[in-house]
T-cell receptor
Framework: DVKVTQSSRYLVKRTGEKVFLECVQDMDHENMFWYRQDPGLGLRLIYF???????EKGDIPEGYSVSREKKERFSLILESASTNQTSMYLC?????????????FGPGTRLTVL | AQTVTQSQPEMSVQEAETVTLSCTYDTSESDYYLFWYKQPPSRQMILVIR??????QNATENRFSVNFQKAAKSFSLKISDSQLGDAAMYFCAYDNNDMRFGAGTRLTVKP
């Protein structure tokens, strides 16, 4: 079974702190994604990566950065956390190519910024 | 940009009954994929069912089936013989190398 894990299920941080969210997948997937999930808005893509050291902005990249130094690991960084970044963060991964593009999701990290 | 609309924020169904969740999308593409994902409370999001746009036949997975109307850009999910474990947020998604999710429908199953 594909496994996508995230470093924390719950996280509480203070405004201005630098926050690291980590995601690891064990299926040698090329693509990895970071979403935030907010009520009434569904999932919105923050960043994605289709290869090591490659990254692309999604719909809402402002205030975030990412790092992908190894194929299995994709980190989301909040450079200076703000209260409007309080949200559920979901990591996902998928193969490249015609495998029906299914994304496999991690359990999510619920981040609260005080 | 493609958009996905789920017009029902919440739905409720009696155990053993059938429920249909609606989804419409907007695209100018002819080749794409559609998905329904399920997110149970405090649990991981998982794929329920998928449909390739070039296939006319509606996908089915056990109690889950879709009604795919390509011309109408509609992709509804039917859950038959609903079970308590079906209670979850359901997300419709469209993918053409750029996956887009709807806002979700929260399904409650009443015993």
């Amino acid at each position: 079974d594909v496994k996508v894990t995230q470093s924390s299920r719950y996280l509480v941080k203070r405004t201005g702190e630098k926050v690291f969210l980590e995601c690891v997948q064990d299926m040698d997937h090329e693509n990895m994604f970071w979403y935030r999930q907010d009520p009434g808005l569904g999932l919105r893509l923050i960043y994605f990566s289709y290869d090591v050291k490659m990254k692309e902005k999604g719909d809402i990249p402002e205030g975030y950065s990412v790092s992908r130094e190894k194929k299995e690991r994709f980190s989301l960084i909040l450079e200076s956390a703000s209260t409007n970044q309080t949200s559920m963060y979901l990591c996902a991964s998928s193969w490249t190519g015609k495998r029906l593009n299914e994304q496999f999701f991690g359990p999510g990290t619920r981040l609260t910024v005080l | 940009a493609q958009t996905v609309t789920q017009s029902q924020p919440e739905m409720s169904v009696q155990e053993a009954e059938t429920v249909t969740l609606s989804c419409t999308y907007d695209t100018s593409e002819s080749d794409y994929y559609l998905f329904w994902y399920k997110q149970p409370p405090s649990r991981q999001m998982i794929l329920v069912i998928r449909q390739e746009a070039y296939k006319q036949q509606n996908a089915t997975e056990n109690r889950f089936s879709v009604n795919f109307q390509k011309a109408a850009k509609s992709f509804s999910l039917k859950i038959s013989d609903s079970q308590l474990g079906d209670a979850a947020m359901y997300f419709c998604a469209y993918d053409n190398n750029d996956m887009r999710f709807g806002a979700g429908t929260r399904l409650t199953v009443k015993p």
